[in-house]
C-alpha cells in the first residue's frame, strides 16, 4: 500500500531533498509549509508538478495547526525538519528558537502518544555536544602510557591541543555526553530528550538522527559554506567584489553532502525499533580548510598566496560560544542501516563552487 509522509519544514534544504527521494520511493508527500506573504517559494514550484506531492501551511510553533495537520493527513512517517536552524540567530532570537525547536516537536509528540502506528523522525544535531568528545588513544593526556582506551570529557584548550595531536582520534557518537553552547543547541537537546522520554514512557516510535553538518547547493546563503561559496563563485564570474567578511576561522566542521543525510532518515524509520544514530563523515576541517578548497576551485587562485586578500575576520560573525570541533563517528549508521556517506569533502566544496558558478553566470 502506498503510504503517505508528512515533511515539516519541507521548503528547506533537507526537505527539498527528503521529498524528492521519498516521492522516488513511491511515497505520498505531504510538505508543511509556513505561510509567507509572498506565496510559495520557487523551489516547491517543481514538487508541486508530481500529483503525489501536495503543500498545506502550518507552524510548529501553533498547537492547533499542528494538530489540525496531523488529523487530516495521518501520515504513516512524519519527519520533523522544521527548524530556527541558524545557530548564531539562536543568541538574538532564543526564545522563538526554543518554541520552534523544543514546544514544536513536544505539539507533534502529544498527537504521537495517540496515534502509535506513526512513525517519527526528529532533526537532532552534532551542535547538542557543544565542547563535549570522546576520544581513542595509546597516549595517555599527561605522558604516561596507557592501554588503547576510550575517554569522554569537555574541551579545555589544553586538551584541545592534546586531542589534535598525532596517535589521538577525538571524536563524538552515540555514546558521547552533551553540553550544548548555544540557545539552538540547548532547544534541541530538550526536543531529543523527549523523544527518548515518548519512546520508553509511552510507546512511541520517535528516532532522532544527531545529524552532523550537512551542505548542499540548496544550503542557505547565511550557513558559512554557502556564504564561503557564493564569494569565489562571484568572484570568478565577475572579478574581485570586495572581502568575504567570516567569523572564527578555526572552528572545525564534519560537513557531508545533504542527499547522503535524507537517506539515514528515511532508514533510521525503516527499522523495527525506534533509536538514535549519529551521521557523519568522520573527517573534521576547519571553516579555513573550507575557504582553501574553495579558493582551488577559482583558476588563478592560490590560498597560500591570496587568503588574506580575499578573506577578513569581521567580530559581528564572531559568536558568544562556540563549537570548537566537531568529528562524528557514524559506525552505528554504517553498521545497522548500511548507510554510508558518498560525497568527499573537496567534492562537496568545488559542486557547491560549480552551481553557485552557474548562478552568477545565468544572472549576468
Ligand atoms: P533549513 O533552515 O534549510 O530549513 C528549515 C525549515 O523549517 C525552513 O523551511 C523553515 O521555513 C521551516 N520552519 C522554521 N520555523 C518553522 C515553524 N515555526 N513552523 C514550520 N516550519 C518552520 O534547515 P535544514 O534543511 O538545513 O535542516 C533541517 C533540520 O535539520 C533542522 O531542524 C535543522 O535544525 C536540523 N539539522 C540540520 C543540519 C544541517 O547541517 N543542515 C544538521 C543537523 C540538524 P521558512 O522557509 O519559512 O523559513
Ligand atoms: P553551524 O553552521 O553553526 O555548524 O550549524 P554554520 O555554517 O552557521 O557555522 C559553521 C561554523 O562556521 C563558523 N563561521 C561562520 N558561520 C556563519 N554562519 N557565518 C560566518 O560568517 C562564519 N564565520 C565563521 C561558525 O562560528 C561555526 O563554527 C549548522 C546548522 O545547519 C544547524 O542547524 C545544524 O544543527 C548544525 O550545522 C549541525
Not at 161 to 166: I, K, R
Not at 263 to 281: I, S
Not at 316 to 338: H, I, M, Q, S
Request: overall charge negative.
Amino acid at each position: 500500500m502506498q503510504k503517505t509522509a508528512l515533511i515539516t519544514g519541507v521548503a528547506g534544504q533537507d526537505g527539498m531533498f527528503l521529498a524528492n527521494l521519498l516521492l522516488s520511493k513511491g511515497y505520498r508527500v505531504v510538505g508543511v509549509r509556513r505561510r509567507a506573504s509572498n506565496g510559495v517559494p520557487p523551489r516547491l514550484l517543481s514538487l508541486l508538478e508530481n500529483p503525489a506531492f501536495r503543500c498545506v501551511e502550518g507552524d510548529v510553533t501553533d498547537a492547533v495547526s499542528v494538530q489540525h495537520v496531523l488529523d487530516s493527513v495521518r501520515p504513516d512517517e512524519v519527519y520533523n525538519l522544521a527548524a530556527q536552524s541558524h545557530v548564531a540567530t539562536s543568541f538574538e532570537q532564543p526564545i522563538y528558537t526554543a518554541q520552534a525547536n523544543y514546544l514544536g516537536v513536544l505539539h507533534i509528540l502529544e498527537w504521537l502518544k495517540a496515534h502509535k502506528d506513526t512513525r517519527f523522525y526528529q532533526a537532532s544535531t552534532s551542535e547538542m555536544f557543544g565542547s563535549m568528545w570522546s576520544w581513542e588513544t595509546s597516549r595517555d593526556y599527561h605522558d604516561a602510557a596507557t592501554e588503547w582506551d576510550r575517554h569522554d570529557g569537555p574541551a579545555d584548550p589544553a586538551l584541545f591541543a592534546f586531542l589534535t595531536s598525532e596517535g589521538v582520534t577525538a571524536f563524538q557518537d552515540e555514546e558521547t555526553p552533551f553540553a550544548p553552547n548555544s540557545p539552538y543547541a540547548i532547544a534541541k537537546l530538550a526536543a531529543h530528550n523527549a523523544c527518548r522520554l515518548y519512546r520508553e514512557a509511552y510507546g512511541v516510535y520517535a528516532s532522532c538522527g544527531i545529524l552532523f553538518n550537512h551542505e548542499s547547493e540548496l544550503r542557505g546563503p547565511e550557513f558559512v559554506t554557502r556564504k564561503i561559496t557564493k564569494h569565489f563563485a562571484a568572484y570568478a564570474a565577475r572579478g574581485f567584489t570586495g572581502k568575504l567578511k567570516l567569523g572564527n576561522l578555526d572552528a572545525r566542521r564534519d560537513w557531508g553532502y545533504a542527499g547522503d543525510y535524507v537517506k539515514g532518515m528515511w532508514l533510521m524509520l525503516q527499522q523495527e525499533k525506534p533509536d538514535d544514530f549519529v551521521l557523519a563523515t568522520g573527517e573534521t576541517h576547519s571553516v579555513r580548510e573550507f575557504v582553501a578548497a574553495a579558493m582551488r576551485c577559482v583558476n588563478g587562485l592560490d590560498p597560500a598566496r591570496n587568503m588574506d586578500d580575499h578573506v577578513e575576520v569581521d567580530p559581528a560573525f564572531v559568536r558568544p560560544k562556540e563549537v570548537p570541533y566537531l568529528r562524528g563517528c557514524a559506525d552505528k549508521a554504517k553498521r545497522e542501516l548500511g548507510w554510508v556517506p558518498t560525497v568527499p569533502f573537496e567534492e562537496l566544496v568545488k559542486l557547491m563552487v560549480m552551481s553557485d558558478y552557474k548562478e552568477v553566470a545565468r544572472a549576468s
